[in-house]
């Protein structure tokens, strides 16, 4: 594991303060203006000026950086620029090149499971594909401790077996869906859980949550769970709006038509069809507050 911050540090600094030491030195600046000027040692000015200290060869070949060390070169000599005002054009410079550059090149080098995902990956976008799609994992993850750590789950098992999905924001297919590989099972009374949360493993519940957000809903979570008329009625006594489909129509339209009056309910199920289980599928905005309503009920 590797943050795109070391590479900042590790990188880009050393490369960045070398070549703008060296470009305040032609203009006339001695060692200790500089040191004053970068807020570094006279010390390290001398190490840049003296090129012992390694550069990076992609940073170098960077013409976006070249033409800011110039220009905050001839800024900060003519006194024309604060040092303040440097500072703030090289954090924006440095966050450019996090988002798609040279810095965000860099850290697939260093993280090459980054190279996964498809879209552009922002490191300080909190809506970027990649936060969006771990912190939809971590959250799933979290739901599943809690099922695991709640006594009695299993027995809200069906026979089917169980999952805990999320879904991305924008979701419009499985692949946006994080689920169980496989499902949740009861093995010997206990809540088994066969291996981590993973994207596009769900078929049967990731249809569902997306059947019911293409209806309305803004729930981005289900957990299905074993239907009977207990749990049903437990679930109408917590206080939550509980409504049936029909399970001999396809997910889609069966999905849609009991979301016809009020797309925001928080519990669906059927109660089954030929060679089909009834199930009780319970909705929340995230893996987690499915887990506990599931909790609450037992």
Do not use: C, W
């Not at 966050?95 to 965000?104: D, K, P, T």
Request: charged residues 25%; without cysteine.
């Amino acid at each position: 594991m590797r943050f795109i911050e070391e590479i900042v540090v590790d990188d880009f600094l050393p490369t960045f303060r070398s070549l703008l030491a060296d470009a305040l030195r032609e203009r006339g600046l001695t060692q200790s203006e500089v040191a004053d000027l970068l807020g570094i040692s006279q010390s390290a000015v001398s190490k840049y000026v003296h090129g012992d200290v390694a550069r990076h060869d992609d940073l170098l070949a960077h013409r976006g950086l070249a033409e800011l060390v110039e220009r905050l070169a001839d800024g900060l000599a003519d006194g024309d620029m604060s040092s303040v005002q440097a500072l703030v054009e090289t954090e924006v410079f440095i966050r450019e090149l996090e988002q798609g550059g040279v810095l965000a090149q860099l850290h697939e080098d260093a993280v090459p499971e980054l190279g996964d995902y498809d879209d552009e990956f922002a490191v300080h976008d909190p809506d970027s594909q990649l936060r969006s799609a771990e912190r939809t994992l971590a959250s799933v993850r979290r739901g599943l401790s809690v099922l695991e750590n709640t006594s009695g789950f299993a027995t809200l098992i069906p026979a089917v077996g169980s999952n805990l999905v999320q879904s991305l924001p924008e979701a419009d297919s499985i692949e946006d869906v994080a689920a169980v590989p496989g499902r949740i099972l009861d093995v010997k009374g206990r809540a088994t859980i066969p291996a981590d949360p993973e994207f596009g493993v769900s078929e049967h519940v990731a249809s569902l949550l997306l059947a019911a957000r293409a209806a309305g809903t803004d729930a981005r979570a289900v957990l299905n769970v074993r239907y009977d008329d207990g749990v049903v009625t437990a679930l109408r006594d917590a206080g939550l709006t509980v409504v049936e489909f029909d399970a001999e129509e396809s997910v889609e339209p069966a999905v849609a038509a009991a979301l016809t009056d009020d797309p925001a309910v928080d519990v669906l199920y059927h109660t089954g069809a030929m060679g089909i289980e009834p199930v009780v599928y319970l909705l929340g905005d995230d893996a987690v507050a499915v887990a506990e309503t599931a909790r609450e009920i037992l």
